[in-house]
């Protein structure tokens, strides 16, 4: 019976309690090969790590593009793990920026933006919050990783 109650508890740990959880993202964008890596960290209220993912892009041009591509990273990770309120937060103000808005973006990010756009509405209560690259230096490193490894995570 309390074996059944332990477990009982961790479950709802995980998937109820959701408040305070913050999924940081950033990317790294390698020129000569035109690879990037994003790196997504989630946090809890504590600030404690909860899960990491990293995804590499390839034949991407620009490297504006590639952080535009982690905030999309990003909040289809906060997605996969059911998330209902969560914080996303990058150190691209202008991704964040058009995060925000409910407006169509006409910039070369349009796509991307559109995605993110569409996607916010599968999440309760979703906010983007520009944090400076200081803040965010567990998803760059983790970014900065991966693409040395070259493989996803």
Same mark, same amino acid.
């Given at each position: 019976?309390?074996?059944?109650?332990?477990?009982?508890?961790?479950?709802? *740990?995980?998937?109820?309690?959701?408040?305070?959880?913050?999924? $940081?993202?950033?990317?790294?964008?390698?020129?000569?090969?035109?690879? *990037?890596?994003?790196?997504?960290?989630?946090?809890?209220?504590?600030?404690?790590?909860?899960?990491?993912?990293?995804?590499?892009?390839?034949?991407?041009?620009?490297?504006?593009?590639?952080?535009?591509?982690?905030?999309?990273?990003?909040?289809?990770?906060?997605?996969?793990?059911?998330? *209902?309120?969560?914080?996303?937060?990058?150190?691209?103000?202008?991704?964040? $920026?058009?995060?925000?808005?409910?407006?169509?973006?006409?910039?070369?990010?349009?796509?991307?933006?559109?995605?993110?756009?569409?996607?916010?509405?599968?999440?309760?209560?979703?906010?983007?919050?520009?944090?400076?690259?200081?803040?965010?230096?567990?998803?760059?490193?983790?970014a900065k990783e991966a693409l040395e490894r070259r493989e996803d995570s």
């Amino acid at each position: 019976m309390k074996t059944l109650t332990l477990s009982t508890k961790r479950v709802n *740990s995980y998937t109820g309690v959701t408040e305070g959880i913050t999924v $940081q993202f950033d990317a790294t964008f390698d020129r000569r090969n035109a690879r *990037s890596a994003s790196g997504i960290v989630v946090l809890d209220q504590m600030g404690a790590l909860k899960a990491s993912k990293t995804v590499i892009h390839k034949d991407i041009p620009i490297p504006f593009t590639v952080e535009a591509l982690a905030g999309l990273d990003a909040i289809k990770l906060a997605i996969e793990m059911g998330l *209902s309120t969560v914080t996303i937060e990058g150190d691209s103000k202008t991704v964040i $920026q058009k995060c925000q808005t409910i407006r169509m973006d006409k910039s070369v990010l349009e796509t991307i933006i559109y995605d993110i756009q569409t996607r916010k509405s599968r999440v309760q209560d979703i906010t983007f919050k520009f944090i400076h690259r200081k803040k965010n230096i567990q998803a760059h490193n983790l970014a900065k990783e991966a693409l040395e490894r070259r493989e996803d995570s």
